[in-house]
Every structure is written in structure tokens, then in C-alpha cells.
């Protein structure tokens, strides 16, 4: 497969500059998360690495370019997290036969069409994804189909994807990554979905519209052993556990952003 050549942060993005959700008229289930140690410290260092990106000079001209190389980045590191580790220059020539990371690299590149409907019509846009992550990897019967025993927790996923908040947008889309990744609603190409849904909720809630930061690279950077120990603290519902979750999700949100300076850096030098 060619990696992307229009990534997520085409038009329909560079439009979107939404603010984060208003808050609910009654009480708010993620306000709380807040208070949980070390998360609103961690919170406010991903919006500001974040924000920094956004203010390159670069996004003023090349912000389609950036887009499509976080796009692709980001492609080749969750496919990592998966075990398919290919070097980014091979992903860059389209030489790529391995089924995950064309999986990755088909969902990445149709983020951009998904953001308007992500917060209408969630399980359709979950579907979707994963039809893209799984086409080679699943029968045909199987894609988009989440299983039964995941019904009920995939529905409280999509109030939160549809419901309003005063939660920022980082922890938002923390918790969609933990849940989706958590309950593993499909049997192949759960969390290349995951970690999708996870940088969707960001691009629509606001905290990259443009969609030039790459936390998958952050997940990466952190490492996969992090990455699988942060989830079992979120699977077990501890305090500590969901806090060392969203702890993580906003340290590889930070690194993510610092991969998209890196990039607007190489743009700037041509």
C-alpha cells in the first residue's frame, strides 16, 4: 500500500478548530479524574506541548504536509505497538506488504472524512475503522462487528464520545483509548482502533484540529512494555491504576506533539 498522500489534516480539519465540549447539565463522570494524583498536572503539560506545535510558523503554509507525515508516523508506530516494527523510510516507499500496518496505514489516512461523524454517530465511525484495520486480518463477516460481550461498555464509550464535559480533551480521549483498548470489542485490530479513536477524540474535541501531533509515536517512544503495564492499571479500576493511565496517554499526547515540531522542523528546512 502507498502511505498516506493526504492525511487527516486536509480541509475538513484545518477548518475544525473546535473548543472543548460545554459542560453537562448534570454531574459530570469525568470532571473527578482531575483530582486523581498527578493527572491535571499532566493534562495541562500535553495541552502545552500541544498548543507550542500549533504555533509553529510552518502550520501557516504546510499544514497539510505535516498532517500526512504524522499521519504516516503515526501509522508505522501503532502497527510497532502491535509487534510490526518497519523502518519508516520502507513505510515511506510504499514497499509494504505486512497486513497490520496496511491495516494502520489505511485507517490514519481516513481519519480526516471521520471527524464530523465521530461525535453524531460513534459506532458507525468504530465500524469503520476497523473494516480498514482488519481487512486482511478478519473473515469478512467479522469487520465492524463488534463481539456481543462488548455491547454494553462499547455504549457508555459512545455517550462519552457524543456526551459534553469540561474534562479537557487529552483525558477525553485517554479514557475512549482505555475503554476501547480495555474491552477489545474485536477480535483482530483492536488497538489499532484503539489508539484511533483515541487521536480521533482529540482532532474533534479541539486539542489538535489540525492533526499534526503524533501521540503514537508517543505510545512507542514510552515503549510497549509501559504501554501494556498502563492498561492493567486501567482494567483494574483502581484509583492509582486509571490514574497512571491517563498519566501515560498525556505523556505520549507531549511526545506525540514534539514529533510534530520535529516535523514542521524538517519542513521548515526543506
Known sequence: MRP?????????????????????????PLAPLLDLPGVRDAAEAARTAVD?????????????????ESALRGARASAALEGVDVPLAQVRTG????????????????LGSMVETWDRAPG???????????????????????????????????????????????????VVH???????????????????????????RGLDPKAVSVPEVGFAELGAPAHAAALAGYRSGTPEGVAGWLVHCARATELGAREGLAICESLLRG
Open 124 to 174: 458507525q465511525v468504530l465500524a469503520r475503522m476497523h473494516v480498514l484495520a482488519a481487512a486482511d486480518l478478519a473473515p469478512a463477516d467479522d469487520l465492524g462487528r463488534p463481539s456481543a460481550q462488548a455491547g454494553p461498555r462499547l455504549g457508555g464509550v459512545f455517550a462519552l464520545v457524543t456526551g459534553a464535559t469540561s474534562a479537557p480533551a487529552v483525558l477525553v480521549a485517554a
Open 4 to 28: 498516506p498522500t493526504d492525511g487527516p489534516g486536509a480541509a475538513a480539519l484545518g477548518a475544525r478548530r473546535g473548543a472543548p465540549r460545554s459542560r453537562p447539565a448534570g454531574p459530570d
Open 178 to 204: 482505555g475503554e476501547l483498548a480495555a474491552v477489545e470489542p474485536f477480535a483482530v485490530g483492536s488497538g489499532v482502533v484503539a489508539r484511533a479513536a483515541g487521536r480521533l477524540t482529540g482532532i474533534a
Open 52 to 68: 507550542r506545535l500549533l504555533g509553529h510558523k510552518v502550520l501557516r503554509r504546510e499544514s497539510a504536509g505535516v498532517s500526512s
Open 95 to 110: 514497499d509494504v506488504s505486512e497486513p497490520t500496518l496496511q491495516g494502520a496505514l489505511r485507517v490514519s489516512v481516513a
